[in-house]
Nanobody
Framework: QVQLVESGGGLVQAGGSLRLSCAVS????????MGWFRQAPGKERDFVAT????????YYANSLKGRFTISRDNAKNTVYLQMTSLKVEDTAVYYC?????????????????WGQGTQVTVSS
């Protein structure tokens, strides 16, 4: 059973930073591409960022480039999302997700495992 556990969410003022972490267990982490999605109240779950199996390929939602950085530590079975210059519109539940594939993807339906999500709230 694959488990993904997110942490690091919380309340932050606009312009601030947060780093989300996602610890993965139950499957060989280094064989999996990973991603982050987010869902604001009343909206669909949207792509944020993805990273391939060894971390040398990353891809971001266009609107987030330059502010968010995805990374991974295969020795720790953990993927990270560093968020800077946060805006009120970044408020959402952030979900960590994993694929049974080493190749990155921005498509929600191509992910196989999901965490429970962590709330990020950005105040003005």
């Amino acid at each position: 059973q694959v488990q993904l556990v997110e942490s690091g969410g919380g309340l932050v003022q606009a312009g601030g930073s947060l780093r989300l972490s996602c610890a993965v267990s139950g499957r060989t982490f280094s064989n999996q591409a990973m991603g982050w999605f987010r869902q604001a109240p009343g909206k669909e779950r949207d792509f944020v960022a993805t990273i391939n199996w060894n971390g040398d390929i990353t891809y971001y939602a266009n609107s987030l480039k330059g502010r968010f950085t995805i990374s991974r530590d295969n020795a720790k079975n953990t993927v990270y999302l560093q968020m800077t210059s946060l805006k009120v519109e970044d408020t959402a539940v952030y979900y960590c997700t994993a694929r049974r594939s080493p190749y990155h993807s921005s498509w929600l339906n191509e992910y196989d495992y999901w965490g429970q999500g962590t709330q990020v709230t950005v105040s003005s």
